[in-house]
């Protein structure tokens, strides 16, 4: 989530997501990192809860015995997750308390279609998060933006700082009003292959949607972005300097610091 603004004709800056504000996300390390992160979602959160789901089955167990064992996997990914950062943010939270909520239900009413509509509670929440929050004082994704990068970083103190300009607050603004529908919509087509498809096809769709529905919604955010800094860029040409309207006028699709607002 990167935005980028220019004060007069001083050179660019970029406020970037990182956690570390002073290191290039391009170096080495932060690939690193960045795979590692990928790498315990892809065995975590899909490959391993569809390979037990399918072998217990093979192996003669129930349908609703076999996905509460197979929703084991992502419950320990994000305990690990949780550990090596050490906290549990907002999102790994709501997932969490998703898998527990199906469990018991599951235990309760042995139906391996609620275990599975389940899921998709997490997704509502967050959705319905985003759109409520675009009443409150600072819109959901600054917030979790915030949160990740760090407030006491310096490209954390830079979103605070630029918080006060219209431009910066309306970008997010739209930012978080798509995603709360976007996830909301997630949820509402989840719930329908839920309930018009086999389990173990509803299971596979489940694994595989939310990562699919977050990569559309990053395309239009960069997108969205490039948008608001050609529009920018335009407005800087007709009255022949950059506008001062802050970074929100300006979102930038590169990952890279550019120098620091007077």
Known sequence: MLLRGNRHHE???????????????????????????????????????LAAYNLLRSAGMGTVSALLLS?????????????????LDVVGALVLAGILVGAVLGLVTHSARLILVEGSVPTAIFGL????????????????????IGPDTPKGREMIMFWQHEGFRHTFRVITAVWGVGFLLEAALRVVVVYNTSTGTALAISKVMPFVWVGVLLAWMLGYAARQKKKAERMAATVGEVPETGPGEGPATDLQPQGRPA
Do not use: K, Q
Not at 19 to 35: E, I
Not at 72 to 82: E, K, S, T, Y
Not at 131 to 142: H, I, T
């Open 11 to 49: 050179r660019p800056f970029v406020v970037d997501t990182s956690r570390d504000g002073n290191r290039p996300t391009g170096t080495r390390s932060a690939a690193v990192g960045r795979l590692r992160s990928l790498s315990m979602i892809v065995i975590f959160d899909v490959a391993a809860p």
């Open 129 to 148: 998060g985003c759109l409520g929050s675009l009443w409150a004082s600072r819109p959901l994704m600054y917030s979790l933006a915030l949160e990740f």
């Open 71 to 87: 929703g084991v996997f992502p419950a320990a990914g994000l305990v690990i997750r949780a550990i090596s950062h050490r906290r």
